[in-house]
Structures are given as structure tokens and as C-alpha cells.
């Protein structure tokens, strides 16, 4: 039967009582889901393709009963996730899945609304702008700063660049780069630790990826400004732009925090824009023991960072300030026939402020988790893991087949096992990893500093205790003795 022919019955949504039984179901699985998530293992046994080979090769041709699709989620979509949330997954900078979060997407799912203009959702706008606040309070940064949420800090970087490029040059919004003799090339600067997001926001907006300057860090992973300064100076004498600074406060490797003080006064002397990468480390900001991350903040012309990442809101959140906003909003307003009438006298419609049209109810879970928490309660789980990380450098130091790789000085620790050469050492370090991830009970990275692969552990998960990490650090010592034999 064609759904044109089908009965009325057959129309609209599922029904009502069914939908409230699987409702009541769903939020059963995810409170057991979030209860026992210790007990999965965390990485998938899967193959590749063996996911797809559990599903019909044709689109569906006619509705299924929703409760077969949930059985499905247990049968063919769980074995195929990677667990974030586990406590002792260590990947990465850990995962910020809450509760009061996983309420609010719940929530914003329901709701479904656009948030493109103050007319199309008057609350997403207002609240975005109202926890956009909270933030730039706890963070320290001057009322000149206004914000906009996107999805990603790397999302964010491109547009913080893209207002640098337009103001550092003549008409790019309305004529482009090609063909004009009187544009110059561009660089950008950022250190050798910095994310890659730099590169691509200058592929993306036509600056080119040779044009990324990537400056020498010192001794502590933190960019050089001596070297940034010859850099400068050896670009202006052969005849290139210098636009831009992307300074990092916590960079992806290391978490170290590039002098920010000292690089704002390069880009003061020479016109050029500072956007700070403060991601993962601009969290620290909330703990007044760790002020000092702020440092030359409130000197920059944009700032990202991302809740995502140490605030415990769920991804995808990613916050960028603006001082004196009206500079990203120069390059990004346009306001078609058709959302006119929607975008006439609102104090602000966040449309105008990116290249993206639709946007999500992002800030409901925002408003929800950090009013379950506080600036103290969050504070007091990010010096929870501050905590934790300097215990595991403290266990690394101690056992003589590892070494430190670099200095903690967040929620990350880098470090490697030792071995008779750099390069036996090398090939031990990506094996132990391999073999600790593929093993399932926790999740390690692996990354390179000076040229040599380390190992790499990451914390933000509220869930994760001293005794997760003690297993942890036990799993890892385990390998090493598997390995050595």
C-alpha cells in the first residue's frame, strides 16, 4: 500500500500512548546506561563493515514499529560505540557527558527549534546571550567582549580569522581574494603545538595553508616569542601581511599555555589580530588558584573556548568572544527577503554572526548543567582532576621505566616508556598503546613531542575516581611487563 493510500490513522506521528511507553523506556535505558556505563567495555570489538552488515542493503520501504527499533539499538548500535563516557577512558581531553546535560538535550529534541533569529525563538536567543554572560564572567574577560556559539573550536578559529581578514585588508567580504594585485598575502602565526584547526580555517578562507607560520615552542611546549618576532620581521621584509596571532592556552599535545602577555604586545607593535585558543585550558579560568591562565586575556581581539571540553556541558558546544562583535558580524550579515520580517527590531539575531543559518537550542544545556552545578561545584571537579593528574606524573616519575614528556599542567599527563634507543622506544610506546585500546578496559593517545611518540592521558570526566586511575596506571604497567617478555 502507497502511503497516499493509506487510512488517516496511518498519518501523523506514532501514537501518543505508544509514545509516552517507549519514552519512559528510553529514559530507563539511559539512567541504566549512565549507571553501569563502568561495566562496557570501551573501545568496539567491531570489524569495520561488520556494523553494516547488519542492515539492509535497500531503504525502507514501509514503517517499522519503533519498539523493533530500540531492540536494534542494543543489537547492532551499541556494540559499535566507543564508550567517552567511561570513567577510565583517557583519551583525548575525556568526555563531559552529564546528567542535567543528557536532561537538556532531551529537552531541546523535543522543542526542535531554529534559533537563527530573536523571532523564530525568542528564548534560545536570549538565553544564549544570558549564559554567554555567565560565562564571560567567570572567565575574567571586560565588557567589551560579546559571544557567539558554534559547534567547534575549530568552527570558531575560522571565523575569528575571517573578521581578522576583513578588517586587515579592502572589500574581501564584497570582492573576494582572486585576481586583485593590491591584496596582500597574508600570514598567520601559531606555534608548533597548536591545533590544526589553524590550518584549516586558512585553507578555508582562501589564505592558503602555506601562509600558517608555525613558530618553535620552548622547553615547555609554549610558543617562542623570540622566534615569533624574527618570523614577523622575516615576513615583512619579504613583503608578506602579517595578520594574525593564534596564541593556545592549553594546546592539544601538552596543554601548555603559550605566553599570551607577552604575544599580545608583538601583535599590538605590528596591527595584528590575537585569537586565543583557550578550548580546553580556558576552564581553569573558574578556579582562582589558576588566574594566571588569563593572563594577556582581556588583550586579545577574539577568544574560543569550549564547554565541551572542561565545563561538563555535552558536546557540541564551542563559545567564541569577540571584542566589539560588530567586527564578525561586518563580515557575516545577510539577511535574505524571506527572514526580513523575522530579523526587523530584535536586539540581536545570532544568524548575522557566522556562515551558519539554522543553529541549534544549544544553550539550554548550558543554562541546565551549570545551574546544577555552580562555578563552585565546577571548579571543585576541575581541581578534582588537576588533582588526579598530578597524582599519575607522581607514578610516572617513580617508576623507572617511564619518563615524564612533558610538564602537567592541566588534566593531561604525556609520557613514555623507556627502551635501549629513541627508536625501540618509539616503536614500544605506539605498541603499548595499540595493544592498551584494543584491549578495551581503558583508552590512551598517543601523539609526538620533539620527534618522539609518547603516550598521552587525558582527564574530564566527572565520573572518573582515584581508583579508575589506579586500574589505569595498572593496565598500563600490565602491558609493559606483557611487552617486555
Known amino acids: 500500500m502507497k502511503l497516499s493510500d493509506a487510512p488517516d490513522e ?24 549512565r549507571e553501569n556505563i563502568g561495566d562496557y567495555r570501551i573501545s568496539p570489538a567491531a570489524k569495520p563493515g561488520a556494523i553494516r552488515a547488519q542492515l539492509p ?9 519503533i519498539g523493533n527499533i530500540l531492540r536494534d539499538v542494543d543489537r547492532v548500535i551499541m556494540p559499535g560505540v566507543m564508550h567517552w563516557a567511561h570513567p577510565q577512558f583517557v583519551g583525548y581531553f575525556g568526555a563531559t557527558t ?39 564572567q567567570w572567565l575574567g574577560l571586560g565588557d567589551e567582549f560579546s559571544g557567539v556559539v558554534y559547534d567547534t573550536a575549530s568552527i570558531s578559529t575560522m571565523h575569528a580569522l575571517a573578521a581578522a581578514r576583513e578588517e586587515a585588508s579592502s572589500a574581501i567580504r564584497q570582492r573576494g581574494l582572486s585576481g586583485r594585485a593590491e591584496v596582500p598575502m597574508f600570514r598567520v602565526y601559531a606555534s608548533d603545538q597548536a591545533h590544526s584547526s589553524v590550518d584549516k580555517a586558512a585553507i578555508a578562507l582562501g589564505l592558503g595553508e602555506e601562509n600558517v607560520r608555525r ?10 616569542v623570540g622566534a615569533l618576532r624574527e618570523a614577523v620581521f622575516a615576513d615583512l621584509r619579504d613583503g608578506f601581511k602579517p595578520l594574525a596571532v593564534v596564541a593556545t592556552a592549553g594546546t592539544t599535545s601538552t596543554a601548555s599555555v603559550d605566553p599570551v602577555a607577552e604575544i599580545a604586545s608583538v601583535c599590538t607593535e605590528h596591527g595584528m589580530w590575537l585569537h586565543i585558543d583557550a578550548a580546553y585550558g580556558g576552564g581553569l579560568a573558574l578556579l582562582p588558584e589558576c588566574a594566571w591562565v ?19 556541558v555535552p558536546f557540541d558546544f564551542s563559545v567564541l568572544y569577540v571584542r566589539n562583535i560588530v567586527r564578525l558580524r561586518k563580515v557575516f550579515t545577510l539577511v535574505p527577503e524571506y527572514l526580513r520580517g523575522d530579523a526587523a527590531g530584535a536586539e540581536i ?5 557566522g556562515v551558519q ?50 610538564p602537567t599542567v592541566m ?7 623507556k627502551a635501549a634507543d629513541d627508536s625501540a622506544s618509539d616503536a614500544l610506546n605506539r605498541r603499548m598503546v595499540e595493544t592498551i585500546n584494543a584491549a578495551g578496559e581503558t583508552y590512551l593517545m598517543q601523539t609526538k613531542l620533539r620527534g618522539r611518540a609518547v603516550m598521552r592521558m587525558g582527564l574530564g570526566n566527572l565520573l572518573t575516581t582515584e581508583q579508575h586511575m589506579r586500574r589505569v596506571w595498572q593496565i598500563i604497567k600490565d602491558t609493559a611487563a606483557k611487552l617486555a617478555l
Open 10 to 33: 496511518q498519518l501523523g506521528d506514532i501514537d501518543p500512548a505508544e509514545f509516552r511507553k517507549r519514552l519512559h523506556e528510553v529514559a530507563d535505558w539511559i539512567a541504566d546506561y
Open 357 to 406: 543559518l539554522g543553529r541549534r537550542f544549544r544553550a539550554l544545556k548550558a543554562w541546565m548543567v551549570w545551574r546544577s552545578f555552580g562555578r563552585v561545584g565546577i571548579a571543585a571537579r576541575i581541581r578534582e582532576h588537576l588533582r588526579l593528574a598530578q597524582l599519575f606524573t607522581s607514578w610516572v616519575n617513580e617508576d623507572p621505566q617511564f619518563e615524564l614528556s612533558a
Open 98 to 136: 552529564t546528567n542535567p546535560g543528557i536532561l537538556a538535550e532531551m529537552i531541546a529534541g523535543a522543542l526542535n527549534i531554529n534559533a537563527m533569529t530573536w523571532r523564530t525563538s525568542p528564548v534560545a536567543t536570549e538565553l544564549e546571550t544570558h549564559v554567554l554572560q555567565w560565562l564571560q
Open 349 to 353: 539575531n545570532y544568524m548575522d554572526y
Open 411 to 417: 588534566g593531561v599527563v604525556c609520557f613514555r616508556i
Open 294 to 312: 588569563t593572563n594577556g586575556w582581556n588583550d586579545a581581539d577574539s577568544l574560543v573556548i569550549n564547554p565541551h571540553k572542561m565545563l561538563f
Open 215 to 224: 613558530i618553535a615552542s620552548d622547553a615547555e611546549f609554549r610558543m617562542d
Open 57 to 65: 542493503g535497500d531503504a525502507p520501504e514501509d514503517g517499522e514499529p
